[in-house]
């Protein structure tokens, strides 16, 4: 079975535009998520997803594969699969958020490895413990599993609710999905669900929808670049040597 990782990447950020070729370190992003992708060692093709030829010029200057997709998707799941639908060998898909430069190889090759195994799982993803005090943050989204590992529901609120000290601790969701080719093509074909619009989370469509979302827990954090401030501070750790091992990653969180 094929193993693929789709880099959704697309030029319009609200927030930031033209993200995906900003310079860090001296690279691209997402050249620096495309690396992290090579180093796992585990994926047939690597494909960036964008709407954009700048974009996909640069993908090809680092000698990265590329994919131009349309510019009316809602979101990176939506891009992705528009990619999948021609990938007919590929059964196993990885979304790598092209905004997380410094996310672990490791991580990755325990999330397809894991999916690969266990014909069970429709979709697989991670999370990282956090603190209290991260856990209130409604930008951060939690996570709450059951004994197997499979996500009963997430949150921007503060899940689970402590009403007394103790507790099983907070998780915090990391923006890498894996999905089996059928689970991929159906979840895009599927309406918002009530939840998912109520949270603005789009897993929250396959948990409405019966789907199992098998959760990695994650030694690992990592860190999204929403702004040019997030760009700076990921430039400041890669030139300082972090960001590279398990133990310097550690710091990050």
Same mark, same amino acid.
């Given at each position: 079975?094929?193993?693929?990782?789709?880099?959704?990447?697309?030029?319009?950020?609200?927030?930031? #535009?033209?993200?995906?070729?900003?310079?860090?370190?001296?690279?691209?992003?997402?050249?620096?998520?495309?690396?992290?992708?090579?180093?796992?060692?585990?994926?047939?093709?690597?494909?960036?997803?964008?709407?954009?030829?700048?974009?996909?010029?640069?993908?090809?200057?680092?000698?990265?594969?590329?994919?131009?997709?349309?510019?009316?998707?809602?979101?990176?799941?939506?891009?992705?699969?528009?990619?999948?639908?021609?990938?007919?060998?590929?059964?196993?898909?990885?979304?790598?958020?092209?905004?997380? #430069?410094?996310? !672990?190889?490791?991580?990755?090759?325990?999330?397809?490895?894991?999916?690969?195994?266990?014909? %069970?799982?429709?979709?697989?993803? !991670?999370?990282?413990?956090?603190? !209290?005090?991260?856990?209130?943050?409604?930008?951060?989204?939690?996570?709450?599993?059951?004994?197997?590992?499979?996500?009963?529901?997430?949150?921007?609120?503060?899940?689970?609710?402590?009403?007394?000290?103790?507790?099983?601790?907070?998780?915090?969701?990391?923006?890498?999905?894996?999905?089996?080719?059928?689970?991929?093509?159906?979840?895009?074909?599927?309406? #918002?669900?009530?939840?998912?619009?109520?949270?603005?989370?789009?897993?929250? @469509?396959?948990?409405?929808?019966?789907?199992?979302?098998?959760?990695?827990?994650? @030694?690992?954090?990592?860190?999204?670049?929403?702004?040019?401030?997030?760009?700076? %501070?990921?430039? @400041?750790?890669?030139?300082?040597?972090?960001?590279?091992?398990?133990?310097?990653?550690?710091?990050?969180?």
């Amino acid at each position: 079975m094929k193993v693929a990782a789709l880099i959704p990447a697309r030029w319009g950020s609200t927030r930031f #535009p033209g993200k995906p070729i900003h310079k860090i370190a001296g690279k691209p992003l997402i050249q620096h998520v495309w690396e992290r992708c090579c180093e796992a060692g585990l994926f047939d093709r690597i494909i960036i997803a964008t709407d954009d030829a700048r974009i996909a010029e640069a993908a090809a200057g680092f000698g990265a594969e590329a994919a131009l997709t349309s510019g009316e998707h809602q979101s990176g799941t939506d891009r992705i699969a528009e990619v999948v639908r021609n990938l007919t060998r590929v059964g196993l898909i990885f979304n790598v958020q092209g905004d997380e #430069p410094l996310v !672990a190889p490791e991580l990755l090759g325990e999330l397809v490895r894991t999916l690969a195994r266990d014909r %069970a799982i429709d979709l697989i993803t !991670a999370a990282v413990p956090i603190d !209290a005090d991260e856990a209130r943050s409604e930008h951060v989204v939690k996570v709450v599993t059951d004994h197997q590992g499979n996500a009963l529901y997430f949150s921007r609120s503060v899940i689970p609710f402590a009403r007394g000290p103790g507790g099983p601790g907070y998780l915090k969701h990391l923006g890498i999905y894996g999905y089996r080719r059928k689970a991929l093509l159906e979840f895009v074909r599927l309406e #918002p669900s009530p939840l998912e619009q109520a949270e603005r989370l789009e897993q929250l @469509r396959a948990l409405q929808n019966g789907m199992k979302l098998r959760v990695i827990i994650s @030694r690992t954090g990592s860190i999204g670049v929403d702004t040019l401030e997030d760009a700076d %501070a990921v430039e @400041r750790l890669i030139l300082r040597g972090l960001g590279r091992s398990t133990s310097n990653r550690n710091r990050m969180e």
